[in-house]
């Protein structure tokens, strides 16, 4: 391209230097363009892609093929040179899912990009396996696998999401068998693509819709049986996992074999072994159900009738014993126990009334016999003074008295002093004749001597 303007120096130099400073009146040549296009894009690094080889014709030693992406409709045209189609042929085929090492390249002429292809390899079930298996390992580091996060089936869904292929047989199976053990299952079924490079997609948006729908109780994404390249891997996607992850409603697995483990298994709520088998976990057995509410009556039945037969035999054993067929034993017994209790309160007060008798006897034998009268009874008698006339103190001067006055000491009396006498019965008077000083009875005996 210098050549080509080697001899229009001054319009060169006239050129803007970048993109970015061409202008209407000072465009780029289109030649100009391409060339800066084609430095530019030269500058991009040899970079592995993966797609599928849709076309390999090989022309003068040179491939010629055609990269599709493995999910959009984007594809790219590119070409192996002698030195590396040469140890292509065989190896890759038409539809043989590849990667390849590639840089691109632009020709100027015709503006057309193509990949120029450095190596190239198809890509095998052992190595797409082994993608599967990192990304395994990837998730699981997640948490995604946990059982912690797996939630339980409903027992009766009102309503089963279906996510399974366009008229297949694992959409019949299912149909079949869950209306087998319960004829009031209902479905809503997204029929979707469930191979290919599509399926993954097509699966994750079915899902994301059916677990909007507040009417759908458990999704099941079914699949039959089939290579292990078309069960595994279209249900081992990131995407689709990640969503299955994510959704609400609780999700069955069924895809394939009992041998088949997609990555779909792992984060699914319940692992179905296959499509006819997820109907077991969506709904119970309507007949054995029933049977079951019939084994269950049936022992409820029994189980009243015995209760029954045990509490009317244990009424009839009451009623037979004596305090019922006999009632009035009751009261008789009761009678007979106060009519004893009666005499003995009576015995017991009659003890103690004759009890306290004899205590008031005694007591008052004892009064009795400590009393002045008692003694007067005996012959003894109590004289008293008259208040008028007085003893005699120690110094003798006269000490003042009032009133009668029991008379303890002789020489409390003055000869000739009127006296008052207390016997047994009544009481006489006198007068003091002699005063005998003294004490005991020979002073007394003597006073009786001198009023003799």
């Known amino acids: 391209m210098s050549q080509a303007h080697a001899g229009d120096g001054p319009e060169l130099s006239a050129m803007p230097a970048t993109s970015r400073e061409t202008s209407p009146e000072t465009p780029w040549p289109l030649s100009h363009f391409s060339g800066k296009l084609k430095t530019h894009i030269e500058k991009v690094a ?36 002698r030195q590396v189609a040469s140890g292509l042929d065989g190896v890759v085929q038409p539809g043989s899912r590849v990667v390849a090492q590639v840089r691109p390249n632009l020709y100027e002429k015709t503006g057309r990009l193509s990949l120029v292809t450095q190596q190239m390899r198809p890509v095998g079930l052992g190595d797409l396996l082994a993608r599967v298996e990192q990304l395994k390992k990837q998730l699981a580091a997640e948490g995604l696998f946990a059982a912690d996060r797996k939630r339980p089936l409903p027992v ?94 609780p999700v069955v697995s069924a895809i394939g074999h009992e041998a088949d483990r997609p990555l779909l298994d792992e984060v699914a709520d319940v692992r179905a072994s296959t499509p006819t088998g997820s109907a077991k976990l969506l709904v119970v057995d309507e007949v054995l159900e029933r049977e079951n509410i ?69 007591a008052r ?64 008077t006198a007068r003091a004749a002699h005063v005998l000083a003294g004490e005991g009875p020979a002073a007394e005996g003597a006073a009786h001597e001198d009023q003799n």
Do not use: C
């Open 294 to 362: 019939a084994q269950a009556r049936a022992r409820m039945s029994s189980g009243v009738q015995r209760m029954v037969a045990r509490e009317a035999e244990w009424l009839s054993s009451v009623r037979s014993r004596p305090v019922l067929a006999q009632p009035e034993t009751m009261v008789t017994v009761r009678a007979e126990e106060l009519t004893g209790l009666r005499r003995r309160a009576l015995v017991s007060v009659e003890a103690s009334v004759a009890r306290a008798r004899d205590w008031v006897g005694q």
């Open 365 to 428: 034998a004892r009064v009795t016999g400590l009393s002045p009268q008692s003694t007067l009874d005996r012959g003894y008698a109590v004289v008293q003074s008259h208040p008028e006339h007085s003893a005699l103190d120690e110094a003798g001067r006269p000490v003042a008295r009032s009133g009668w006055h029991i008379v303890r000491d002789a020489s409390e009396v003055e000869q000739g002093s009127p006296l008052r006498v207390m016997v047994a019965r009544g009481e006489l």
């Open 156 to 249: 009766l869904p009102r309503r089963i999401g279906l996510i399974t292929g366009r008229n297949s047989d694992a959409k019949k199976d299912i149909l079949r068998n869950t209306h087998a053990r319960w004829a009031a299952a209902q479905f809503e079924i997204r029929e979707v693509a469930t191979q290919g490079t599509a399926a993954p997609l097509e699966v994750a948006a079915a899902l994301a819709e059916l677990d909007a729908d507040p009417a759908v109780d458990v999704i099941v994404i079914a699949r039959g049986g089939g290579a292990l390249e078309e069960v595994v891997l279209p249900f081992s996607d990131e995407r689709l996992i990640r969503a299955v992850a994510a959704a609400r409603t």
């Open 46 to 81: 040899p970079t592995w892609v993966e797609g599928q080889l849709v076309e390999f014709t090989l022309r003068n030693g040179n491939a010629w093929m055609t990269l599709r992406d493995l999910e959009q409709e984007v594809s790219f045209s590119a070409v192996a040179w």
